[in-house]
């Protein structure tokens, strides 16, 4: 094992893919994006294991894709209490060298100039109303369902939830289990409005599904690819395979 080199670290690539094992075959957990704050807390030859500082993820990504922080930036760029948010769904970048970084929608941009690069897009900041909610969610419509992503190019259930909530100014944890721990129960569909999450079990009983609940019985989640689908007591119908996909469990208030 190395000596560490640093203990903090920046996003400042696009997306960095966040491993359960210091292996580019480990399985991705989660992704980094740009502008997103973690810990380093352990090292490999070529590998660097971080906690993402604001939902805790743990895992492993490139050494080379590493981007060190000294600990006083750190703490000021994490004690930031409204970060700023890309809003379109691609935005760019512009280094010292007039060369141009794509990154997504969600990204934390306030903190570009520290890596001498230029945001002149579109942004949010601070804590929106509920009702924007489903304006962000819909802006990840028929994005591919891909494990552990978190953009509109690749995300999974959980990642849609606390993608969309995150641009609002608000935090979940990664995992659709961990996010039903959250909020006010609520006994049924029809007591939900627009914003509300509704969780879903398998067989065994564990909370393996998560959307977010639209107007008229309808919810907008990602399964294949972010879809809309009719919501009732029973679960998620999809129209397109005539059957319930997901088994409803409980539904939660978060706003």
């Not at 280094?95 to 990154?103: A, E, N, T």
């Not at 969610?137 to 969309?164: E, H, N, R």
Request: aromatic fraction near 10%; proline fraction near 4%; hydrophobic fraction near 35%.
């Amino acid at each position: 094992m190395q000596k560490n080199t640093h203990h903090y670290g920046l996003c400042a690539q696009s997306i960095i893919p966040v491993r359960a094992a210091a292996s580019a075959s480990g399985e991705q957990v989660t992704q980094l994006l740009y502008g997103d704050l973690y810990k380093v807390t352990d090292h490999r030859k070529d590998w660097v294991k971080v906690r993402v500082t604001w939902d805790g993820t743990e895992g492993w990504i490139p050494k080379n894709q590493s981007y060190p922080l000294e600990k006083e930036s750190y703490r000021e760029f994490k004690g930031t209490k409204e970060p700023a948010h890309a809003s379109d769904l691609i935005a760019f970048v512009s280094s010292g060298k007039s060369q141009l970084i794509p990154i997504l929608l969600g990204s934390v941009v306030q903190f570009a100039r520290s890596m001498n690069h230029i945001y002149e897009g579109e942004l949010v900041r601070g804590k929106l109303e509920k009702s924007n909610l489903l304006n962000t969610a819909l802006q990840y419509l028929d994005a591919p369902y891909q494990w552990g992503g978190k953009t509109p190019f690749g995300i999974d259930c959980s990642g849609l939830t606390q993608m969309v909530y995150k641009i609002n100014g608000y935090s979940l944890p990664r995992n659709a289990s961990d996010q039903s721990a959250l909020g006010e129960v609520l006994s049924f569909v029809e007591e939900s409005s627009p914003g509300d999450l509704a969780f879903f079990d398998d067989e065994e009983g564990r909370i393996t599904h998560v959307g977010i609940i639209m107007k008229d019985n309808h919810i907008i989640h990602a399964h294949g690819r972010v879809r809309i689908d009719r919501l009732d007591q029973s679960g998620i119908y999809d129209s397109d395979q005539g059957r319930y996909t997901h088994k409803l469990r409980v539904i939660k208030k978060i706003l």
